[in-house]
């Protein structure tokens, strides 16, 4: 069984600009969650999407972030315009039951 | 106040010792207690989950909660090199939305030594 997979690894962008990234959560697992870890801190929750619908937004830190799950299946967080405190790692997990979240290997994001 | 703390390290025991991570908590809403395994450069795997108080056991690893203290522990027994790695607790309770979001402590980064 493929497990979740997240694109791209890395991703140097400059202030300013757009970046969308995407995960593919493992088959059949209608929960996905995105997370974050910024330099120094633990990794923190952004959403959770059940199937195609927002089950809850509230660790997304501002208007500038923008997800979507298209259809159940694969999602896209973009961040648009990026600013430099939104470096860190970006992890996606997905799961059929609360008490066993997934995750894929994570998008390092540099803003410059 | 954090609402997971633990202690980051780095922790550097022999080979073939047992080795002790704790983890203490402040909300008492959580119901389930996680265990990830961190890898450089990789995403947390999980380890082993428990719900609520007590024991589970699982090959050479064993988690406890203890609800009253407020306290989740993770023991590694006859641990070996490739047990190097960052041991991340992570705890959820349904939020007002439904949700199971896992909060985190900082990882503990665990080296054993052959």
């Known amino acids: 069984e493929a497990g979740v997979t997240q694109f791209p690894s890395h991703s140097v962008i400059e202030k300013g600009q757009t970046v969308t990234l995407r995960c593919d959560p493992i088959s059949g697992h209608d929960n996905l969650y995105w997370y974050r870890r910024v330099m120094g801190k633990e990794i923190k929750f952004l959403l959770h999407f059940v199937k195609e619908s927002k089950q809850d937004e509230s660790g997304m830190p501002n208007n500038r972030f923008l997800a979507e799950r298209t259809g159940g299946t694969y999602s896209t967080l973009k961040v648009q315009p990026a600013e430099l405190e939104d470096s860190g790692v970006y992890f996606c997990?997905?799961?059929?039951?609360?008490?066993?979240?997934?995750f894929g290997p994570g998008t390092r994001l540099t803003v410059t | 106040q954090k609402e997971v703390e633990q202690d980051p390290g780095p922790l550097s025991v022999p080979e073939g010792a047992i080795v002790s991570l704790n983890c203490t908590y402040s909300?008492?809403?959580?119901?389930?207690f996680m265990w990830y395994r961190q890898y450089s450069r990789k995403g947390p795997e999980l380890l082993m989950y428990t719900y609520s108080s007590g024991n589970k056991e699982d090959g050479r690893f064993t988690a406890q909660v203890d609800k009253s203290s407020k306290y989740i522990s993770l023991f590694i027994r006859d641990s070996q090199p490739s047990d190097s790695a960052t041991y991340l607790c992570?705890?959820?309770?349904?939020?007002?939305?439904?949700?199971?979001?896992?909060?985190f402590g900082k990882g503990t980064k665990l080296s054993v030594i052959p």
């Open positions: 909300n008492s809403a959580f119901q389930y």
């Open positions: 997990a997905s799961s059929l039951r609360p008490e066993e979240q997934y």
């Open positions: 992570a705890m959820s309770a349904p939020s007002g939305a439904g949700s199971y979001q896992l909060t």
